[in-house]
């Protein structure tokens, strides 16, 4: 049985992603583009298409250009907006990189992508001098030791490319896929003008929208759903480096935010402090919970406290990312809890695990989706390309069911991805880093229930000599960004494996 959304298809344009997002901003003149919620700092549409240019032409005349590679690490603020759209103007692809990773995970990602660039934020300069390897530093300030962005800036224009939107990858964000250690994710320009025009035909943002956009740009959500949507709706986006309650607070008074997109943590901190009754929220009319499942009774508090409904929405990087979606017109229609319905242009199936049979209406199985909105593939992994979009069907992973409306639920997960406080955490690269201890002979990694991240890892041990949980927890802290950490050690006589040696992770989960 195929599901299909209610809404008609969309057109998908036939241009780069740049051109997309960028190629209107004539019509929204000097309305802001893109303003700092910290610094004040503002980039109009005019501003901002006029130094997206130039800094293509730039970073064109510095040698960038089609098959090329460039990294970007930083926080959220108006010049990622500019680097960003430069880079894939210059016709190269761009893999994001979150400023907290160490400078080993900087350094397997620049190695795995063969990036020729890396642009970094002033604050993460120095350990992108430290990761670079071969790869250029450009900062996006002033460093010792690294090119300022600033002086790639020139008189000229993006060149003219003639990519073919359908092939040519326009990002590279590395996810970890349905199991397994991170692997590069290749979305084509393609992939993401058509979920952004499916995700627009739902959600009709438009120059009077503010989006408040504390989620991370490096992070797909952030990227599709809050960033490039703003931009090519009009809307003004405010960027935030972080999420801090009071000065997230204070932001979406201060500029009267329309829209707000949350992660289950910040919805958690909305339904319990006392803070919240203290600012003027009322400009609030849509907020959008995403990147890991929501509780449906801390939802409502949060509902009351903040005076707007909150939906779920659901996707995931491979599929560039969204796939389902509670519409306006459906908000309040749609119960809590579910993630709505299909994207236009979008087919699903639900199928038994491990199988290609389709389940009865209503029952749970795999979500499998189609659309074009589904990625190229993982980057030098045919294996596991193979493996997770089968004869054009995406296998997510996840267990859902369908209600008799045509909505879907997310039911729990097939996948062994731990999703701390929406981050992806992969047991087997924690695994990994366990293993490299002297003291520990075996090792497997769970996620367990966390009070604030939602999910968090624990770690099962076989030590092979006298060695402390906390030994071990400092010993990983040390070697993967901070959301990675273990946050509990069990030590074990054994690991349950199967026959062929896999973890049986829910036999340590209980």
């Not at 990858?169 to 993401?192: C, E, I, M, Q, Y």
């Not at 801090?244 to 901190?269: I, K, N, S």
């Not at 992969?426 to 009070?451: C, F, Y």
């Amino acid at each position: 049985m195929i599901y299909r959304s209610p809404l008609p298809d969309v057109e998908i344009p036939d241009v780069t992603l740049t051109e997309y997002v960028i190629g209107g901003a004539a019509r929204f003149g000097d309305a802001p583009a893109v303003v700092d919620g910290v610094t004040g700092e503002t980039l109009t549409y005019a501003g901002l298409r006029s130094q997206v240019g130039s800094a293509a032409a730039g970073l064109a005349a510095h040698g960038v250009g089609p098959g090329d590679v460039v990294a970007l690490m930083s926080h959220n603020q108006p010049r990622f907006v500019v680097a960003l759209h430069a880079a894939i103007a210059a016709g190269a692809a761009v893999t994001p990189i979150n400023p907290a990773f160490t400078v080993g995970e900087i350094e397997k990602q620049l190695r795995l992508s063969k990036a020729r660039m890396l642009i970094a934020a002033e604050p993460v300069a120095d350990k992108a001098l430290a990761a670079a390897g071969g790869a250029e530093v450009v900062v996006l300030g002033e460093h010792d030791g690294a090119l300022p962005f600033d002086a790639l800036l020139t008189r000229g224009t993006a060149p003219r490319l003639g990519l073919d939107p359908a092939t040519a990858v326009a990002v590279l964000p590395f996810s970890s896929g349905t199991t397994g250690t991170p692997k590069g994710v290749r979305l084509t320009h393609r992939n993401l003008v058509a979920n952004l025009a499916q995700t627009r035909a739902g959600w009709r943002i438009g120059p009077d929208d503010v989006q408040a956009a504390v989620l991370p740009f490096f992070h797909i959500y952030g990227f599709t759903i809050i960033l490039n949507s703003g931009l090519l709706g009009g809307a003004k986006v405010v960027t935030l480096p972080r999420f801090e309650l009071d000065g997230y607070l204070r932001a979406l008074a201060a500029h009267r935010v329309t829209r707000a997109y949350f992660a289950p943590p910040m919805v958690l901190a909305l339904a319990t402090a006392p803070e919240v009754s203290g600012h003027d929220l009322s400009s609030l009319r849509f907020a959008l919970c995403g990147a890991a499942p929501l509780d449906v009774e801390v939802t409502e508090r949060a509902q009351r406290r903040l005076g707007c409904l909150i939906r779920q929405g659901y996707g995931m990087t491979e599929a560039s990312p969204g796939t389902h979606q509670v519409f306006d017109d459906e908000f309040a229609s749609t119960p809590p809890g579910s993630v709505g319905r299909l994207s236009p242009n979008t087919l699903a199936r639900v199928v038994s695990p491990g199988t290609d049979t389709d389940v009865a209406p209503g029952e749970t199985g795999e979500l499998l989706v189609r659309g074009p909105q589904v990625m190229a593939g993982y980057l030098d992994d045919p294996g596991a390309t193979a493996a997770t979009v089968v004869d054009g069907w995406l296998h997510t992973g996840d267990l859902v069911r369908v209600d008799s409306d045509g909505v879907f639920w997310i039911v729990d997960r097939l996948k062994e991805l731990i999703k701390y406080k929406g981050y992806q955490v992969a047991p087997a690269e924690l695994e990994a880093v366990l293993l490299t201890h002297p003291a520990v002979l075996d090792a497997a990694v769970v996620g367990v229930p966390h009070p604030e991240g939602g999910e968090a890892p624990k770690a099962f041990v076989v030590a092979s000599a006298p060695v402390t949980g906390a030994e071990l927890m400092a010993f990983v802290a040390a070697r993967v960004a901070p959301y990675k950490k273990v946050r509990e050690v069990e030590f074990v006589e054994r690991i349950p494996k199967s026959p062929t040696g896999k973890i049986l992770r829910r036999l340590l989960k209980g």
